[in-house]
């Protein structure tokens, strides 16, 4: 089990970019896929991006390809969301998961989760 802490969500315009950043508390990503899920009120937490430590391989969501990029930093032992282009839709608490197999979509799947960080999209 490893702990995740997230940061870096805000509030930004249309258009606008944010970048969030998934920690794990006193452990290591290393034989762990990182995944990106957002939840909006009233509506179930959805997938964004994953990507494995171990080869960086990526998958996406196809509502945000094209617009986030999710990488590892070997050195600072983080994993980033990088989130341009941002829409009103974007809208919602952004949580990073861990879990050792790759590629998981589905939230249940992942036994490891931060404690989220708000992103609110203007119009």
């Known amino acids: 089990q490893v702990q995740l802490v997230e940061s870096g969500g805000g509030l930004v315009q249309a258009g606008g970019s944010l970048k969030l950043s998934c920690v794990p508390s006193g452990g290591t990503f290393r034989n762990y896929a990182v995944g990106w899920f957002r939840q909006a009120p009233g509506k179930e937490r959805e997938f964004v991006a994953v990507?494995?430590?171990?080869?960086?391989?990526?998958y996406y969501a196809d509502s945000v390809k094209g617009r986030f990029t999710i990488s590892r930093d070997n050195a600072k032992n983080t994993v980033s969301l990088q989130m341009n282009s941002l829409k009103p839709e974007d809208t919602a608490v952004y949580y990073c998961?861990?879990?050792?197999?790759?590629?998981?979509?589905?939230?249940?799947?992942?036994?490891?989760w931060g404690q989220g960080t708000q992103v609110t999209v203007s119009s």
């Open positions: 990507i494995r430590w171990s080869g960086g391989n990526t």
């Open positions: 998961a861990a879990e050792s197999a790759y590629p998981l979509v589905v939230a249940t799947l992942y036994k490891n």
